[in-house]
């Protein structure tokens, strides 16, 4: 899962960025408002972390801003604003979680967890292809219904592959969706992935499988015998 931080108090942001990373998620963080909407240009991302207070803009402006641009990003407001009205109003301006400040990484990682399971959300509960199952929010497989072990990136190959289906995801998207700006990324990382990947699936007696599409990137079909 890619996560936006918006957040302009430094240590608090890298705070956020380690921690969640050692849980498993891509972090990119940003500390202004105008930042926001570059990053969000640029970057597909899964869910915004948004702080209220910004040093060029409050937080609920550029809430308003991304929702007048149609941007449904999945947004969660985290601030020292408590008070109920501020909770109600943020929430209003269409932010889909609220959590004050102070608080327990735990509790910000699952909530980002929850966000992305709600259906009506980008990532959505479940996605399924031939007897293929995976769940994005808990880089969780199976196939038939047996538990299939994926190491987080592969589980996030696989989810890009599986919300493509029958189009081509190129290497370069593959990348942009796996690691965090200025992440240190291998030139044959993708590959690397998707060779083990393609093993884990064939071993799991999975029918569908990762074809390689010269120029464009890979795609996932249904083998032949599915």
């Keep these: 899962m890619r996560v936006l931080s918006v957040e302009d108090d430094h240590v608090l942001a890298l705070f956020i960025q380690m921690g969640l990373k050692s849980m498993g998620f891509a972090v990119d963080r940003v500390a202004t408002a105008e930042e926001c909407l570059a990053a969000l240009a640029a970057v597909v991302y ?52 609220y959590l004050s400040k102070p608080f327990e990484l735990s509790e910000l990682a699952a909530r980002l967890r929850a966000l992305a399971r709600r259906p009506a959300q980008v ?36 989810e890009n592959l599986l919300r493509n289906v029958g189009r081509p995801v190129s290497k370069t998207v593959l990348e942009d969706r796996l690691y965090a700006f200025g992440e240190e990324v291998a030139s044959n990382s993708v590959e690397v992935h998707v060779h083990h990947l393609r093993r884990r699936l064939a071993a799991a007696k999975a029918d569908v499988r990762i074809e390689t599409r ?13």
């Design 46 to 97: 899964d869910i915004v972390i948004l702080d209220l207070t910004l040093p060029d803009a409050d937080g609920i402006t550029l809430l308003k801003q991304m929702r007048k641009r149609h941007d449904a990003t999945p947004v969660l407001i985290l601030s020292g604003r408590n008070k109920t009205e501020q909770r109600v109003a943020g929430l209003d301006a269409g932010a889909d979680d």
């Design 123 to 158: 990532l959505g509960a479940e996605l399924a292809y031939g007897n293929l199952v995976l769940i994005p929010a808990e880089h969780a497989a199976a196939v038939d219904g047996v538990p299939l072990s994926l190491p987080r990136r592969e589980a996030m190959v696989l």
């Design 214 to 226: 010269r120029g464009t990137g890979y795609v996932l079909t249904l083998s032949e015998a599915g």
